[in-house]
């Protein structure tokens, strides 16, 4: 009689709910610590946290297992950062490659022309660490290759996901260019730097006797050839609820005046009163390359985006992301390191 006195006390109290059956992750408290008492099983739980229709509640009686929300999809964009310029003293430095890129957003290709990847699951309460990679600086040496640095998106219980820096362009003493998610264009010594497949495409060689460098591949294609050919294009996305181009290769320096940047942001190459430009910022687009002995176009720095149902956006990050709203999604974009919490 004392039991059933104290299960109808505790049933009457507004923090407290007598059941016939567990708890859901659907079923609203009042707040957290709302205890909850099966009448059937004799299992307590108490809510430890609270968000419409994704509550947690915790067993804290003799049964076991707790009540969480189900894991949810997050689609994604993830681009490392663009590779530099090679410099040269005359007129074949090549361009930077893009960094490379991997999207499983829509359908819509990853870098290289792979198809999309499979969608993340996120868990409730995970943290998972966003890495923006650094485009590489903007090369003043005719003898190195300067590459972009890794983006990822790490978690414990996720597979990574991880994206290779931009190959750097080649100048005219620092041998072939240098491979990465878009390999590097190529000067007038060596060859054009290798893509990592699934990612980007190769750089370009130099032509007209090596006296033309090479331009940086891109996300979406490989690099243009001739007199007039650009770095290789960008790829475009709709993460972000409009369509983006972003990954271009950078531009070379040629014979017949500087090649521009490939559509995504891709640097252009310079000549002789013509300076090369960078990649655009988080983008991962490749750097221009420069001879003349002057200074090439730095790699654009990289971005990680990330897409989820708004219902199970969590609101907790860090970093400072830009986070915008797009039909019944959310997107939240990376543009410096951080993270984001299921």
Do not use: M
Request: net charge negative.
């Amino acid at each position: 009689a004392n039991l059933t006195g104290l299960v109808n006390t505790i049933a009457a109290s507004t923090d407290a709910t007598v059941s016939a059956s567990d708890p859901t992750s659907t079923t609203n408290p009042s707040a957290v610590g709302h205890l909850w008492i099966n009448s059937t099983s004799g299992e307590t739980y108490v809510c430890t946290s609270v968000a419409s229709n994704l509550n947690v509640w915790a067993n804290i009686g003799e049964g076991t297992g707790d009540v969480e929300p189900p894991p949810y999809y997050a689609s994604f964009v993830v681009i490392a950062g663009g590779g530099a310029g090679g410099r040269a003293g005359d007129r074949a430095a090549g361009g930077g490659g893009a960094g490379g890129y991997r999207s499983s957003y829509n359908s819509e290709n990853s870098g290289g022309g792979a198809s999309a990847q499979t969608a993340l699951t996120l868990t409730v309460g995970t943290q998972y660490t966003i890495t923006v990679g650094a485009g590489a600086a903007a090369n003043t040496s005719p003898t190195v290759e300067l590459s972009g640095s890794a983006s990822s998106i790490s978690g414990s219980d996720i597979t990574d996901v991880t994206t290779t820096g931009g190959g750097g362009g080649a100048g005219e003493g620092s041998g072939a260019a240098a491979n990465g998610g878009s390999g590097g264009g190529a000067g007038n010594q060596g060859g054009a730097g290798s893509r990592v497949v699934g990612e980007g495409y190769d750089g370009g060689a130099s032509t007209n006797n090596n006296s033309s460098g090479g331009r940086g591949g891109g996300g979406g294609g490989a690099s243009q050839v001739g007199q007039t050919g650009g770095g290789g294009a960008g790829l475009a996305s709709t993460i972000s609820g409009s369509s983006v181009t972003r990954a271009g290769g950078g531009g070379g320096d040629t014979n017949y005046g500087p090649a521009a940047g490939g559509t995504g942001g891709g640097g252009g190459g310079g000549t002789s009163g013509t300076s090369a430009t960078s990649g655009t910022v988080n983008t991962g687009s490749g750097g221009g390359g420069h001879g003349w002995n002057q200074s090439s176009g730095g790699g654009g720095s990289g971005v990680v985006i990330l897409r989820v149902a708004t219902l199970r956006y969590s609101g907790t990050t860090t970093g400072s992301p830009t986070v915008t709203t797009s039909g019944s999604d959310t997107i939240i974009t990376f543009n410096g390191s951080g993270s984001y919490t299921g």
